[in-house]
Structures are given as C-alpha cells and as structure tokens.
C-alpha cells in the first residue's frame, strides 16, 4: 500500500519546533523560568479535573507556550460505543486550552466498560480499519478539528491481521481523514519485538499526514523491548529519528518522559540533541515557525541536503 | 458478536484474569512469531496491567502502604485488583472504592483504622483538584445588614472536605508523613476533620470540635445561620451561641474557606 497521494499542505497545522511533555515536577521552573522550548504537550486525562494545582499552571504555561493535548483514554479502536462523556469532558477541556492539536492512540484500552488503562494493539484487518475510521470521523465531527493518531508499541500481533502496522496506520488515516502522531520510540520497540526493519514502517507511512513526532527512551531486556519511557532516548531511535527527519522534513519533535523523570534542565539538554539533529539532516533549525509548516518547505529542504 | 469485539472480550478477560483457560483462549488469537513465545508475550501485557495498577494504588496511598507494610500491602493490591475493575478512563478514580473495600473485606475490615486511612487520603486528592472559585475576603462579615444575619447563608470553597473518623488515622496519617512510628490504633470514639486548599493551593486539614463540625455540616446542607444557632444550643447557653458561631465565621474567613454569603 502506498501513502495517499492526496494534497497535504492544508492538512497539517503550523510547525511548532522543539518541545517536551509538560510534567507536574517542572510546572514551577517553567513558569519562572520560562526555559526556551517551543511547546509543551499535556497529558489530556491529568487535567480533566476541576481545578487545583493541575489546572492553575496548565493555564499559566499556555499563556506563554504553544499547548498541545495527548490522551489515553479515547479508546478509538474499542468495540464499545465511543464514550461520550469523556469526550464531553475532552472537548470542555480543549475549550479551555486552545490547544494547537489533539491526539491520542491507535489502539483500544477498553470494552464492556473496563479500562485496561493499556495501549492494546488491534489486529490489522480491513474491518477494523473501517470500524476504527469510522469512529475517528464521529471524534472529528463532535470536537470539530481533525485529530491524531499515535502508533503504539506492541508486544505480540495477531493471527488475523491482514496487512501491516504501518499499512494499518495509512488506511485508517486516509480512510478517515485524520493525522499522524508519529513515535519513532515505538516504531523501534515494535520493530523489535516483531522483527521488522524500521525503515519499512518510515518509508511507507504517509509523509503528508504526520503532524508530531514523539522521542522516548525504552526499557530492552535483550529478546524484547518494553516501552516504558522512563529513560533517555537511545542511539538507535536518535538514529531512527534522522532517518525519519530524512524522509518527512521538519515536523515538530518532543521528548516523551513518563517515569524516573530527571530535571528539567536535563531533559531541556537532551531535546537539544534533536535540535542538533534536525539541524545536521535539514539544516533549517533557526527557521522560524511561521514559515515552515507547509510541506513543500520540508521537501525542499530534504532536496537541498540532497545535493548537498 | 463481530470478529473485533471477540478478540477485545477474549483479550479483556485475560487481562483481568489471567489464568490457564483464559490464557488459551488467548492464544487463539496470537500469531506465533519468531523470538518470544505467544504466552510470553501475552505475560507482557498481564504483567503491565497489574504493575500499572498497583502502581496508582502505591502512589495515592503512599501512607497507607506504609502503615501496612510490604506484606499486608501486595495483599491488599490482590483483593482490589480483584474484587474491582477500572470503569474510569482516568486512573486518577481509580482507588476510590478503596476505603469501601477495606471496609467490607474478611480480613482488613478487622483493622477499621486502615478504611479511615484510605478515605482521608481521597478527601486530599479531591480538595487537591477540586473547583476554584472566589474567596470572600476576611472583613467581608462588616458588610453584613443587622437584618441579614439570621438568614445567613454560607457557601464554603469547592475543595472543602469534612471527614469523620471512628480511630486516629490521620494522627497515623501525619505521623508516617514524618517518618514517624504511627501510634498504637485507637478505635470508637469519632474525630472529626476539615481538609480544604488553600489560596497559595495549598492541601490543608485541621481537626474541629463536634459543634464545628454541625456547624460546616449544617451550613453545607443549606441551613441559615438562626437555624444553625439554635442546633447549637444544646452545646452553648443562648448568649454564648452567637459569639461562638461569629467566631468560627470570622476563622473560616481567615483560612479563605467562604466563596459566599447569601
């Protein structure tokens, strides 16, 4: 299956830059500090609270950075029926935040009314494209914006699938017209947990449909992977994440930390290895934002490290 | 039953109990592949279900682990995990049926201090992210009409909690949060707390007096405060029961714990 070939330019929002996930330990610094990172993502399902300390610095941050929100809980592959409430609550709190984008997981979490609380992997089957598209356009019509999507780790896949992960992806976005949260930590994971080549995932996902771009560290015990973002990013996805940059252009990057959280100052440290990368593969790191969202920019920029 | 949701059922049950039969039905679905076993990789997802789980449960009652020990801990985890799934898409709900559960439990509602535990560190997380809402300031009492008094109405802050226990758990409580040894159990007689966050956003407590706690009681309920001086009489004489309630207004002032006057 090849990427659409649909014209993407107005389908991605405005290039962001740099950022990290907006994390209780550093809400202090940041205020204060106001440390130079483009933007910040916030974890959706940790500010659906009334109030208190959660909501009064997500609203002081988005003041003065660029927010956007990423959820768990959407359950977009579940057989249940979509969860309205907390939708509802989803859409009251994007009100509030006016974040640049929404996105959440290609996965399902939930059925029966159960949350596992865990990505589950869906089986790569045309139903579940249609299923799963079908649902992501109801979540685009009741919050009124397309959403996006997030590739999952996965630990074991199923006998009925179809075709591949990275096929899977393309379908259900291009069948439901949504975008890409493109986690390259876990395009490695999965890639070895099922023994494929990386690269075959990056060269077929659909460059017009990635928005985001998600850095993480794992956990690997040597026959498999486990994605646990609570360490560094490794060599090999900083690797990954050049060849990504490679064929996609700019698309706005962040660092994903989700346990055994350092200082901010260290993580500020080491989303400048991805401003560094960036830098090397499209040479375009001092652009600003408003000029480098469109994608015919990124092209160029790859065309030009080319001749180079 | 569609293809999908067989798969999303056969896997839930799984996850939820992960046992022989359950695993082979299981495994129908999983597609052998090279490297780790089908059931390894099924472990994988179980193990990650638990550890997420017991996680939460570590987290928000960081105190009442402590208190139990490692033990009677990974014990109370089994039985939770057990006896309650996870209906809420947040984990941040996901330990409010805890006190219930060590109510009603065989073995731990034998120690009732350990559901007082519980249900004082959920008061804290619901004063932590309750509501804001504006706070009336300390002289605001000044402004009242003589004739308004006795239909005084009070409307405390969103984050305000009262609690009543029948043992000194949040004596344990704050004993644990200073690396103290907690004192002996001392169950029967009823205390009485208020938690409530303050302007800085701040979680605080404090314990009341019964007639303190009537008095919120009563005021949360929607009584006036000539309602309110008359429940207090059984407590004060008639010249006294004004000036105690002025007083306990003008405290609430001044901890910032009254968004309205009606």
């Known amino acids: ?308 | 039953m569609s293809e999908l949701e067989r798969l999303q059922d056969t896997m839930m049950r799984y996850l939820l109990q992960p046992d022989a039969d359950n695993e082979a039905d299981c495994l129908q679905w999983v597609d052998d592949q090279h490297g780790l076993a089908a059931p390894q990789r099924l472990h994988i997802y179980a193990n990650a279900y638990k550890a997420r789980l017991r996680e939460v449960i570590d987290t928000d009652h960081e105190m009442l682990g402590l208190y139990l020990g490692d033990e009677l801990f990974e014990q109370m985890v089994s039985g939770y995990l057990a006896a309650y799934q996870s209906p809420y898409t947040s984990l941040r709900q996901y330990c409010d049926r805890l006190p219930e559960f060590l109510r009603q439990d065989s073995f731990f509602s034998q120690y009732p201090i350990l559901s007082d535990l519980a249900g004082f560190e959920r008061r804290l997380f619901d004063a932590f992210d309750a509501a804001e809402s504006d706070r009336v300031p300390v002289n605001a009492l000044e402004g009242i009409a003589a004739n308004h008094w006795p239909i005084l109405k009070v409307r405390f802050h969103p984050s305000v909690q009262l609690c009543q226990f029948q043992s000194n758990a949040v004596e344990s409580w704050q004993a644990l949060k200073h690396n103290q040894e907690p004192p002996a159990p001392r169950l029967g007689e009823s205390r009485y707390w208020l938690l409530w966050r303050n302007q800085e956003r701040v979680t605080e407590f404090s314990s009341l007096q019964y007639w303190q706690y009537r008095l919120m009681a009563g005021f949360l309920n929607g009584d006036d405060l000539s309602q309110q001086c008359e429940l207090l009489l059984d407590t004060f004489d008639e010249n006294e029961t004004p000036g105690q309630v002025f007083a306990a207004l003008q405290a609430w002032l001044e901890m910032g714990i009254i968004s309205h006057f009606s």
């Open chain 1, 1 to 308: 299956m090849q990427p659409s070939d649909a014209t993407s330019e107005t389908l991605l929002s405005p290039y962001l830059g740099f950022g990290l996930g907006l994390r209780t330990p550093h809400y202090e610094q940041v205020l204060q500090e106001q440390p130079d990172v483009d933007w910040f993502e916030v974890l959706s399902e940790n500010y659906m609270v009334a109030g208190g300390k959660p909501r009064y610095y997500l609203e002081a941050i988005g003041e003065r950075y660029p927010l956007v929100m990423h959820g768990v809980s959407m359950s977009i592959g579940s057989t249940d029926p979509l969860n309205m409430e907390y939708l509802r609550s989803l859409k009251a709190l994007a009100n509030a935040v006016n974040p640049r984008w929404i996105s959440d997981h290609i996965c399902w979490t939930s059925i029966h009314g159960v949350n596992s609380h865990d990505l589950l992997p869906l089986p790569y089957t045309w139903e579940t494209v249609r299923h799963v598209a079908e649902r992501v356009k109801q979540v685009q019509d009741f919050l009124g914006r397309r959403i996006l999507l997030e590739n999952v780790s996965s630990y074991l896949s199923y006998r009925n699938s179809e075709m591949n992960e990275w096929e899977f992806l393309n379908a259900v976005c291009d069948e439901a017209d949504c975008l890409i949260l493109l986690d390259v930590n876990n395009i490695y994971v999965s890639a070895r947990n099922h023994g494929f080549d990386p690269l075959d995932y990056l060269n077929v996902v659909n460059p017009l449909r990635v928005q985001q771009i998600h850095l993480a560290g794992h956990s690997d015990y040597g026959d498999y992977v486990i994605d646990t973002h609570d360490h560094d990013v490794p060599d090999a996805v900083w690797d990954l994440y050049r060849e990504t940059l490679k064929r996609l252009g700019p698309v706005s990057s962040m660092i994903e930390r989700d346990g055994n959280i350092p200082t901010f100052d260290e993580l500020y440290n080491e989303l400048g290895q991805a401003r560094t990368i960036a830098d090397d593969v499209l040479g375009i790191d001092a652009i600003p934002a408003s000029k480098r969202h469109v994608f015919g920019a990124a092209q160029q920029a790859v065309q030009e490290v080319a001749r180079v």
